[in-house]
């Protein structure tokens, strides 16, 4: 007899005694009772003699089972003996008086129930307001990663792919979708149909979803060029919602011929769905053929959105389409290999926003934002490897983090800039041809690759994907026209131990020189390499590797003096200038540079043109007034007039207005400049700011651009100059987020720059906000957490209201990990006392941190890295601000 589980590397996965080959699933939803009524006919292959079958269910009472095979000896059907759960490991066990030969085919018949529960997991409900305010039901589905056995039993494992026959009945009003096109439709009674829909390509459970609701929905259809036939795509929304999905539509059908191209591989439906779920847990989950999306990633209003939601929006439905290909057609064996989903999808997600979009220069975007969000957390000890050991499911949402999509897609990245793009893309394709409707593992891929490139990609990617970290580079002159490499893992506590050294990365320099590239690989601990007589130099060119470079000062100088030449110096490049930047802000976070070295580098930008330049700056700026919250005065006041001495003109120049014939990156620079010439006490700024919004909030819209209002928002809120007008401006706010008629990501906007008061009461209130439903949507209290978190007035006073209502917070979001995270990392990480993580750490102690450990102790190492950092940094940081005050104040 088989054991319920067996053990493959401690993994906790299901016996293999049979095997599922195709489901037939019915279900019911009732939108008022919200229940649920089931039925799964699966059809089986039975590999060993087996008299107990063993799936994965959770929150379904199992009502009726019947197994039946030609090879019974009554050669009809038999009830199970027994049915037995395994709450704790989400199993169900049937037990038949029979035993099914090995060899042989079966159909297991399992009838059942569900709750279709409120929180944004498996088979649950959304809840909308009708045209006269009525609170109603949609019912919707999220099942990555193993949440399908919430709406249907089932072997709930990637590797375990099988074909799907789908029927829903619904209520007749209302509209049924499923991953594949509607085969039948046929009314059962006066009130209700069934919906029927064509069987589906070999698939792994967590792709499968339906949703029903009173949708409405715009349509186009692909050129047909690449995929052989035109595709006809969706936006589904809820009723007077659905021109909003016309930019992602468009997007879509683009996406669909190009992703067509590159993966040398048609779109394998006939249709594709996109529908925008008012309760949503994540950005998006991509359901093959029926994509679920927040609202506010999936709508964008052309008129009174904002115009980063316009790039958000592109990239979501990119990287959700690279996923059809990517992660659905192919799909990762078990889930350590998430991030051949993910970061895939993130890197060839960009990669078509750029073909689409060529004027936005998202190369430079994804230096500028994805590379840290990378970096930042893979600086710290508690890091994981991008393919990263998961034995428990409870473990598998804690690596949908910065590791698994971006990491792994700057690795992505500088492996193909070193293949170049059109060798790692054929590669891609003999990836993909061989492994369609299977599974593959990171061995795969780079087994393709390499019969592609004629190199062995696996002897260096693997010490990028198997280890932990990435390593500092640290440059020393050997002489005139030598200098020396020495390569260690970078940690940004600062205090790399010996035995945490082991790694020597591959590493390809990269070396910009005048007029030139020279292109030099890094494989030991330490290398010599030959420089340019002048000692003009950066390595890394164009930020296509992973690693920082810590330059003696003198080199810092010398850079720092080309950053003033603009386009006659060396780094005309913008990505080169970015990341000057990311690295001598990161460095001095680690001790390795002076943090008043980067406040002199800062200034050799005054005359930037480029966003994504001043981007960074900012990012910096904010790091280090985020981390001085609590020191003197002067000290931040000094620190502020020094941005604002760099980003005022900036502003002055650009001005307020938008016109037409203004680029992308105008605008955005624009709206940028003014937050950071705002929020550092520039006058000029502040008092036009209050003019607009008072012209605004009494009824001129046209006085306050879509871009500006959250900028603006939070100028004039920090601006207050007592209570009474801080109240009033905060009400006024309030009023724009409860504004229905406004664009969803309007009134988040609205919603997130509530947190930035300064007065208790009204941090209290909106604390608050967060645990009442008709106010804030479960979904949307990571606005909340987040402005918290970023709020030096706030974040004391949102730690006592996370320790005081830790239950709660948890009870809210028990089906919803990532949320509760999302309170944890946003409760804890604002603070730069070692004295008050020391206390943090003893909440913690007396807690079960099963579901967020790794978040907790990421967040935790976080902290204390800033505390590290501020003793380090306070005292020589004041002394210069003090030395410096006049050349900026």
Known sequence: MPTQQVSVSERQILATNVKPVHYDLSLQPDLETFIFQGQAKIDLLVVED???????????????????????????????????????KQLTVFTFSQTLPANSKALLDIKYEGILNDQMAGFYRSSYKDDTGNIKYLATTQFEATDARRAFPCWDEPSLKATFDVTLVVPSHLTALSNTNVISQVNISDSLKQVKYATTPMMSTYLVAFVIGPFEYIEAFTSGEHNGQPIRSRVYTLPGLAEQGRHALNVCVAALEYFAKVFGEPYPLPKLDMVAVPDFETGAMENWGLITYRTV?????????????????????????????????????????LWLNESFATWVGWLAVDDIFPDWDVWTSFVNEDMPRALNLDALRSSHPIDVAVNDPAEIHQIFDAISYYKGAIVIRMLSSWLGVETFLAGVRRYVHRHKLSNASTDDLWLALSEEAGVDVSQFMDLWTKRVGYPVLCVTHESQNSIKVVQSRYLSTGDLQATEDGTVWWAPLGMLTTGNTESYTLTEKSQSFPVPADGLFKLNAGQTSVYRVNYPIENIRVLGEEVKKGSSGLLTN??????????????????????????????????????FVWSQLSTHFSN??????????????????????????????????????????????????LTNAGRSNDTITIEEAKKRFHEFVTNDINALHPNLRGPVYGIVLSAAESVEEENAIWERILQMYHNEALPTDQRLIALNALGGAKNEALITRYMLMSLDEKEVRGQDSIYVFGSLAANPDARLLFWQFFTQNYDLLQAKFSRSPSLFGAAVRSAVGGFSSLEQLDEIEKFFATKDTKQYARTLQQTVEAARVNSKWLLRSKDSVAQWVHINADRFC
């Open 50 to 88: 087996s008299n107990t079958i063993v799936l994965n269910s959770h929150d379904i009472t199992i009502l009726a089972v019947t197994v039946s095979s030609i090879y019974l000896e009554t050669e009809t059907s038999q009830p199970a003996t027994d049915v037995t759960y395994d709450k704790s």
């Open 297 to 337: 990633s999936l709508l964008f209003d052309e008129k009174q959105s904002s115009i980063v939601s316009k790039k958000r929006t592109a990239y979501v439905v990119c990287h959700e389409l690279a996923h059809q290909w990517f992660g659905n057609l192919v799909t990762m064996k078990w889930w350590n290999e």
């Open 574 to 611: 913008t990505s080169d200038r970015v990341g000057l930047i990311a690295d001598a802000g990161n460095l001095c976070v680690s001790g390795e540079q002076q943090t008043t070295d980067f406040l002199e580098l800062a200034q050799a930008f005054f005359n930037e043109e480029n966003y």
């Open 624 to 673: 280090i007034l985020g981390v001085w919250y609590q020191q003197p005065k002067q000290v931040k006041d000094g620190l502020k007039a020094l941005r604002r001495s760099l980003f005022a003109p900036v502003a002055h120049k650009l001005g307020w207005e938008f016109a037409e014939s203004d680029d992308y990156l105008t605008n955005i620079l624009r709206v940028l400049a």
